[in-house]
């Protein structure tokens, strides 16, 4: 059994660092542990201009400590303000600014989703475009509401997605490069495996859908941690979710969807959507690898494969992670003295949650 394994320095495909205090508390917890990472545009406003990606990135370089390189691709959000234009200034990279991906949210289907569209089939222009130039399209893949705008079961919504809208979304748009994010269900996890191509149609796995099952959401009352879009499901569909990362497969990447939140929201009259793993994300993946066997596996999965979908080279940096228990204790407390309980944290977690990898300081 490995006691300890070093790899290429991870890259996470898929991060909400937000804004302001919370931005300056939570990305140097992530630039210590990865190299780089797709940087989310649902911030508010949301980033719907090269201009506004250039400060955003600005302002998550100017919160990396001195010492460290991290490198945040960044990303627009495709509201209905999003010109096919601007996608294609962005994907010049004009004045040295480069935007490597366009980010769709169903409507109201999650935090800061008020601005997409119902259904990401109606944005045709955007989607032309994008096709045209090779621009990757970053899938929230849920349908939240009906024809009739009445909700659908949450539960639902990934595999109605799967069976109905990507389908159509790929046959309109054959040459689109597509990543179907944070796959959650059996649904996703078959489509997936046949029809996924590295530098095509890809997708990212979190370590809270590896880890968790809805018997834990559910352990002792909801748990507010475990909060999150798409839902935390059964416990087949995690563990079709542990088998797929372990076939090793190209077009399987690390996107973690650490999402922190302000500890009023996420306890408050249940709860801010998202999980926030960044302190937890790579030892989690570690752990699961360890457990189903496959840690020969874990650096083309946290390290190349994303990098190789946005066209980047992988971190030249290595990480060492060690078989070594731990737990999470205390929040990360920002500027503004407002806590951020990370996923696995012994108070509000699931009792006495082990973490049973650690980096290596
Ligand atoms: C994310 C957030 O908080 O920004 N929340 C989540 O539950 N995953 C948004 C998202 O990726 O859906
Ligand atoms: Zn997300």
């Known amino acids: 059994m490995a006691e300890s394994i070093t790899i290429k320095k991870p890259f996470d495909s898929h991060l909400h660092v937000r804004q ?178 590295a530098g095509k149609l890809v997708t990212t796995v979190t370590p809270h859908h590896l880890m968790y099952d809805r018997r834990h959401a559910f352990s002792g009352g909801y748990r507010a941690l475990l909060h999150c879009k798409p839902l935390i499901k059964t416990a087949h569909d995690r563990e079709r979710l542990r088998y797929m990362v372990k076939k090793g497969l190209p077009f399987v990447s690390a996107g973690t969807d650490s999402a922190p939140h302000p500890e009023a929201k996420k306890f408050s009259s249940c709860c801010a959507f998202g999980v926030f793993n960044a302190p937890v994300a790579l030892e989690m993946y570690a752990q699961v690898f360890d457990e189903i066997g496959a840690l020969d596996k874990l650096e083309a999965f946290l390290s190349l494969n994303g990098p190789q979908f946005f066209g980047v080279e992988p971190s030249t940096e290595t990480i060492t992670l060690l078989k070594k228990d731990w737990q999470v204790t205390e929040p990360v407390v920002t500027e503004e003295d407002i806590k951020v309980w990370s996923v696995g944290d012994a108070k509000h977690g699931l009792g006495n949650e082990m973490l049973h990898w650690q980096v290596q300081q």
């Open 20 to 197: 302001g205090a919370m931005l300056r508390a939570v990305t140097p917890i992530s630039a210590a542990k990865f190299a780089g990472a797709l940087i989310m545009p649902n911030t508010e406003p949301p980033i719907e201009t090269v201009e506004q990606a250039a400060a955003y990135k600005k302002e998550v370089l100017a919160a990396v400590p001195g010492e460290i390189t991290f490198e945040p691709l960044m990303s627009l959000y495709l509201t209905k303000n999003l010109k096919p234009s601007e996608i294609e200034k962005g994907f010049a990279g004009e004045n040295g600014m480069k935007v490597f991906a366009v980010k769709s949210y169903p409507y109201g289907a999650t935090t800061n989703s008020q601005w997409g569209y119902r259904s990401i089939l109606e944005a045709q222009d955007v989607l032309k475009k994008m096709e045209e130039i090779g621009m990757p399209l970053l899938l929230h893949g849920e349908v939240h509401l009906n024809d009739h705008d009445e909700e659908e079961d949450p539960y639902d919504a990934e595999r109605m997605f799967i069976a109905d809208v990507l389908p159509r979304l790929l046959e309109t748009y054959p040459k689109l490069k597509v990543s179907l994010e944070h796959m959650s269900s059996a649904e996703a996890i078959d489509f997936m495996e046949k029809n996924g191509e």
